[in-house]
């Protein structure tokens, strides 16, 4: 059974830093991503990482703010998110899929999510 946990969400000032885990049990996969929805928008891709090379792309928005790494030791993703804005504020998920996609119709595994709001 496959499980995704994150971790690591909260509230931060403005120019601040995060840094978001999400943990994954049952199986690795091609592609873990991260996505994040605001309160009345859609679902946003933030990025995704290649499990096996570590190669990783980003959404414009965050591109030179956020990276995304792993450990495959501890079969975990993480999303380190520096010089943070208030409209970083939303639910953080994370994903996994076998493509390397932005489009969140081809993941198929979700965590949970966890909340960052950024404060101005």
């Known amino acids: 059974q496959v499980q995704l946990v994150e971790s690591g969400g909260g509230l931060v000032q403005a120019g601040g830093s995060l840094r978001l885990s999400c943990a994954a049990s049952g199986r690795t996969f091609n592609t873990m991503g991260w996505f994040r929805q605001a309160p009345g928008k859609e679902r946003e891709f933030v990025g995704w990482?290649?499990?096996?090379?570590?190669?990783?792309y980003y959404a414009d928005s965050v591109k030179g703010r956020f990276t995304i790494s792993r450990d495959i030791a501890k079969n975990t993703v993480y999303l380190q998110m520096n010089s943070l804005k208030p409209e970083d504020t939303a639910v953080y998920y994370c994903a996994a899929s076998i493509f390397a996609t932005t489009d969140s119709h081809d993941y198929n595994y979700w965590g949970q999510g966890t909340q960052v709001t950024v404060s101005s």
């Open positions: 990482i290649k499990w096996s090379s570590s190669y990783a």
